[in-house]
């Protein structure tokens, strides 16, 4: 006797239409990542209208910010209020940029309770001291994991995000592979392409020999024209390639659109680098 199977049944249309629909949905879903906007690329304005900065990045469509790290000034009730406009506006904070000193014994505590209000999964160090040699950058390594374990019982994680010193070869090796082999596996590694490229580096390499540790990129583009201020979409980083890799390797979780400064204001430089987002994508 042949065994009877599911796919030996002839699909009607209806049936046919409906497992295409679901098929569809499946893959849309699977591809679905969250894009946010590092909000210094909107500095000048929130320093000047915190709540109506939040409110206009919003309703441009971008579905999280992550806060640099002057947030930390905030009170709870700051931090609260901040919180409902991002409730209202259906949008998730799901980093913040920290200094080093937060993940300290005398400030982490702060630090915990604001990003607990503010709903986020991860604190980020935004930067690192000055460091002369990989032992140094050892070192830093070590205060990283000391505060991603205080940060796990909290329900947090902890994370690092690379400028250009990381990826700029010391003593034979880059400081970053440095930070990645000497903190656990369940710490973020945020990249920051932009810097990654300027310096001569591979992104796609990078987030393959690093894998499900690259949560979050910052999408930020780098040419020898304009340096930082070319507009994500005009630089030299192969974005095709480090989409693919950040969603099947990477373990990325949502992207953040960085500009440093462009030759438009920081509202129509969050527009147009959001409009490229989609295109890329829609492509």
């Not at 604190?123 to 950058?137: E, G, H, K, N, T």
């Not at 991603?148 to 700029?168: C, I, P, S, V, W």
Request: aromatic share 10%; with cysteine; glycine share 8%.
């Amino acid at each position: 006797m042949i065994p009877f199977r599911v796919t030996d049944m002839p699909l009607n249309r209806r049936s046919f239409l409906g497992a295409s629909a679901f098929a569809a949905l499946a893959s849309a879903q699977k591809k679905s990542i969250p894009v946010g906007l590092e909000m210094y690329s909107v500095r000048k304005a929130m320093m000047m209208d915190l709540m109506g900065t939040i409110r206009k990045v919003g309703e441009m469509g971008y579905q999280v910010v992550e806060f640099y790290a002057p947030y930390y000034a905030w009170s709870a009730d700051q931090a609260k209020d901040v919180r409902k406009l991002l409730d209202n506006l259906g949008v998730r904070c799901l980093s913040t940029h920290n200094a080093l000193a937060n993940y300290e014994a005398g400030n982490i505590q702060k630090a915990i309770d604001l990003n607990r209000i503010l709903g986020t999964r991860f604190m980020v160090i935004a930067s690192s001291p000055r460091a002369q040699s990989l032992d140094d950058w050892k070192k830093i390594a070590d205060s990283l994991t000391a505060g991603a374990d205080k940060l796990r019982t909290a329900g947090l994680r902890g994370g690092y995000h690379n400028h250009q010193a990381e990826f700029t070869p010391l003593e034979g090796k880059r400081p970053m592979e440095v930070i990645a082999a000497n903190t656990p596996k369940d710490f973020m590694l945020q990249f920051d392409v932009g810097t990654c490229v300027e310096m001569g580096s591979d992104p796609v390499a990078w987030i393959e020999e690093n894998p499900g540790r690259i949560n979050s990129l910052h999408l930020k583009d780098w040419n020898k024209e304009k340096g930082y201020r070319s507009l994500f979409g005009e630089g030299v980083a192969p974005w095709k390639q480090i989409f693919a890799a950040a969603e099947k390797t990477g373990g990325v979780e949502y992207y953040l659109i960085e500009q440093e400064g462009s030759e438009y204001s920081e509202f129509e430089t969050a527009e147009r680098c959001l409009a490229t987002y989609k295109k890329m994508q829609a492509g």
